[in-house]
């Protein structure tokens, strides 16, 4: 199936066998005229279309002129327009295309009744199935606590434990729109395209998916297409084409989209899709996307990019070498940040090639302890910044003497395992080999020596005084509580207090918050001109 015309490139073509696509986009990418060019593509090449909308249903008025129409019906209120031309059961004061569908329903219950009781043979056999049949059969399984009934020529309905009975009207939007729905694809030519426009509208998270999986299956033989700005109703139809429409030149009435390839399998789909639409450059970082203060305080300081959490740091690489794959897609520069910990000059210089960042600092809470983010929030509370500094200096240099020597053991641990890591690959054509090669390899490690020249580098920074080294190495979580920098800034006591207040500040436009996000980028890019879209 042909798409529309596509802007300064050639016009992409849907498989035969693709039974679901979504069009997505931001508001006035052009999503809606897509869809139209779409269908008149469709009638072209003789596939009927059809078009199902819960807010026309819910909200659109008097029935339209049909003079003219198209020869198979197009949506629910040209089926009605075609009953009411012959004789038919069919309510005349319906004012809505919801209220004009349940009337159908109703009028082919009472034609196929009368067909039934006419029939040759009489009524020996089964009572025929109707729509209306399937229609509540389908409700009972999407709203299991409702029941909808046929009374009085009407359809009624009633919740389990509640003897109180209402017509359709008394239902939520988002009840009268599954109703719609169910009842609406019924009347669908067969093997048509069907068009739906925001698919999610009015319902619930918890029922879209469901709701769409049961229309879908009840209709076998269409195809269907979302026209839908929601990305995660879009990632979550399987086996389906997403088109991403970008823009929309009128005058030559052709699109910017492209066919989205399935998400990297290092990212959720939701996520892919919400990156894209962002349409801005990509920081994958560490932490859970709530809670962690990666979370809370890159978005702040890294304002002109799209920021998602992944978790671990083997997710932030790999999620930025397989979104970079596919860079000619979506032509999205993407990068990613991840903590220091214990890595060596090298490792950070291969991350760097790699465009994954590394801070001059151990670990994110570091970041929070440069002298810059001190004295901003000191500033910001009305404390002396030089005082301030200078006592949390003390107490961070008096942490880092203390734990010196586990902290040089966990560096020490650190390179002897990267380092073994880097030189265990090999073929050896005997055990011999292998064991000659580890006994080579720990000569060379020299691990004592290691711990050694780590001690004498850590003590040198303390008799420098060189606090920006020893933030650098120092991996130990209590150093923000430990130094007391929220009670100095004359906050509560405790880390959340000095986390909660920072960010209050980087949602300001004060030169507190421009000193904390300088800070914070000097640590990753000392030179300004190396961040990543420079």
Same mark, same amino acid.
């Given at each position: 199936?042909?798409?529309?015309?596509?802007?300064?490139?050639?016009?992409?073509?849907?498989?035969?066998?693709?039974?679901?696509?979504?069009?997505?986009?931001?508001?006035?990418?052009?999503?809606?005229?897509?869809?139209?060019?779409?269908?008149?593509?469709?009638?072209?090449?003789?596939?009927?279309?059809?078009?199902?909308?819960?807010?026309?249903?819910?909200?659109?008025?008097?029935?339209?002129?049909?003079?003219?129409?198209?020869?198979?019906?197009?949506?629910?209120?040209?089926?009605?327009?075609?009953?009411?031309?012959?004789?038919?059961?069919?309510?005349?004061?319906?004012?809505?295309?919801?209220?004009?569908?349940?009337?159908?329903?109703?009028?082919?219950?009472?034609?196929?009744?009368?067909?039934?009781?006419?029939?040759?043979?009489?009524?020996?056999?089964?009572?025929?199935?109707?729509?209306?049949?399937?229609?509540?059969?389908?409700?009972?399984?999407?709203?299991?606590?409702?029941?909808?009934?046929?009374?009085?020529?009407?359809?009624?309905?009633?919740?389990?434990?509640?003897?109180?009975?209402?017509?359709?009207?008394?239902?939520?939007?988002?009840?009268?729109?599954?109703?719609?729905?169910?009842?609406?694809?019924?009347?669908?030519?067969?093997?048509?395209?069907?068009?739906?426009?925001?698919?999610?509208?009015?319902?619930? +998270?918890?029922?879209?998916?469901?709701?769409?999986?049961?229309?879908?299956?009840?209709?076998?033989?269409?195809?269907?297409?979302?026209?839908?700005?929601?990305?995660?109703?879009?990632?979550?139809?399987?086996?389906?084409?997403?088109?991403?429409?970008?823009?929309?030149?009128?005058?030559?009435?052709?699109?910017?989209?492209?066919?989205?390839?399935?998400?990297?399998?290092?990212?959720?789909?939701?996520?892919?899709?919400?990156?894209?639409?962002?349409?801005?450059?990509?920081?994958?970082?560490?932490?859970?996307?709530?809670?962690?203060?990666?979370?809370?305080?890159?978005?702040?300081?890294?304002?002109?990019?799209?920021?998602?959490?992944?978790?671990?740091?083997?997710?932030?690489?790999?999620?930025?070498?397989?979104?970079?794959?596919?860079?000619?897609?979506?032509?999205?520069?993407?990068?990613?940040?991840?903590?220091?910990?214990?890595?060596?000059?090298?490792?950070?210089?291969?991350?760097?090639?790699?465009?994954?960042?590394?801070?001059?600092?151990?670990?994110?809470?570091?970041?929070?302890?440069?002298?810059?983010?001190?004295?901003?929030? +000191?500033?910001?509370?009305?404390?002396?910044?030089?005082?301030?500094?200078?006592?949390?200096?003390?107490?961070?240099?008096?942490?880092?003497?203390?734990?010196?020597?586990?902290?040089?053991?966990?560096?020490?641990?650190?390179?002897?395992?990267?380092?073994?890591?880097?030189?265990?690959?090999?073929?050896?054509?005997?055990?011999?080999?292998?064991?000659?090669?580890?006994?080579?390899?720990?000569?060379?490690?020299?691990?004592?020596?290691?711990?050694?020249?780590?001690?004498?580098?850590?003590?040198?920074?303390?008799?420098?005084?060189?606090?920006?080294?020893?933030?650098?190495?120092?991996?130990?979580?209590?150093?923000?509580?430990?130094?007391?920098?929220?009670?100095?800034?004359?906050?509560?006591?405790?880390?959340?207090?000095?986390?909660?207040?920072?960010?209050?500040?980087?949602?300001?436009?004060?030169?507190?918050?421009?000193?904390?996000?300088?800070?914070?980028?000097?640590?990753?890019?000392?030179?300004?001109?190396?961040?990543?879209?420079?």
């Amino acid at each position: 199936m042909k798409l529309p015309a596509r802007i300064g490139a050639v016009t992409a073509t849907l498989p035969p066998d693709c039974r679901r696509i979504t069009l997505v986009g931001a508001n006035g990418s052009g999503k809606s005229r897509f869809a139209s060019a779409f269908r008149k593509q469709c009638r072209q090449v003789g596939v009927p279309v059809f078009g199902i909308s819960s807010l026309d249903a819910l909200y659109g008025g008097a029935l339209p002129d049909t003079a003219g129409a198209a020869p198979a019906p197009e949506c629910t209120d040209d089926v009605y327009a075609a009953m009411a031309s012959s004789p038919a059961f069919l309510r005349n004061d319906a004012r809505t295309p919801l209220e004009r569908m349940i009337s159908m329903l109703l009028n082919e219950e009472i034609a196929s009744l009368i067909s039934y009781k006419t029939c040759a043979g009489g009524n020996d056999g089964a009572l025929p199935r109707t729509k209306i049949d399937t229609v509540l059969r389908l409700w009972r399984s999407i709203f299991p606590d409702s029941k909808g009934v046929l009374e009085g020529g009407a359809l009624i309905f009633s919740r389990r434990g509640n003897d109180d009975r209402y017509s359709h009207m008394r239902l939520s939007h988002g009840e009268k729109a599954v109703l719609y729905y169910l009842g609406a694809v019924l009347f669908a030519p067969e093997k048509a395209v069907v068009f739906v426009d925001n698919p999610g509208l009015f319902l619930h +998270a918890s029922v879209i998916s469901r709701v769409w999986d049961t229309i879908e299956s009840l209709r076998g033989d269409c195809r269907f297409v979302y026209v839908t700005h929601d990305l995660e109703f879009a990632a979550s139809r399987r086996d389906n084409a997403v088109i991403w429409v970008k823009a929309f030149d009128a005058e030559a009435m052709a699109w910017d989209y492209e066919l989205l390839p399935p998400s990297p399998g290092s990212l959720p789909e939701g996520m892919y899709m919400a990156i894209l639409g962002a349409r801005r450059p990509v920081l994958f970082i560490e932490g859970d996307g709530v809670n962690s203060i990666d979370a809370k305080i890159y978005p702040l300081v890294f304002a002109d990019y799209t920021v998602r959490s992944l978790g671990s740091c083997n997710k932030v690489i790999e999620a930025v070498r397989t979104f970079n794959d596919l860079r000619d897609f979506h032509h999205l520069k993407s990068c990613g940040i991840v903590d220091r910990d214990r890595r060596n000059v090298q490792e950070v210089a291969y991350l760097r090639r790699k465009n994954i960042f590394v801070a001059d600092v151990a670990e994110v809470e570091n970041l929070l302890l440069l002298e810059g983010v001190v004295k901003a929030v +000191a500033s910001f509370h009305g404390r002396s910044p030089e005082k301030v500094f200078a006592a949390v200096k003390k107490s961070i240099l008096g942490q880092f003497r203390t734990d010196l020597r586990r902290q040089a053991l966990l560096h020490t641990r650190h390179f002897v395992k990267m380092t073994m890591t880097y030189r265990i690959d090999g073929r050896f054509s005997s055990i011999t080999d292998l064991e000659r090669h580890l006994g080579e390899l720990m000569r060379e490690l020299s691990p004592r020596s290691v711990y050694e020249n780590f001690c004498r580098s850590f003590t040198a920074y303390l008799n420098e005084g060189d606090y920006a080294s020893v933030l650098r190495v120092y991996n130990q979580k209590s150093m923000l509580p430990g130094c007391n920098v929220s009670g100095l800034c004359g906050l509560p006591a405790g880390k959340s207090a000095y986390i909660d207040a920072i960010i209050e500040i980087l949602h300001t436009e004060t030169e507190q918050a421009r000193q904390i996000r300088r800070a914070i980028s000097a640590a990753f890019f000392p030179d300004e001109q190396s961040q990543p879209g420079k």
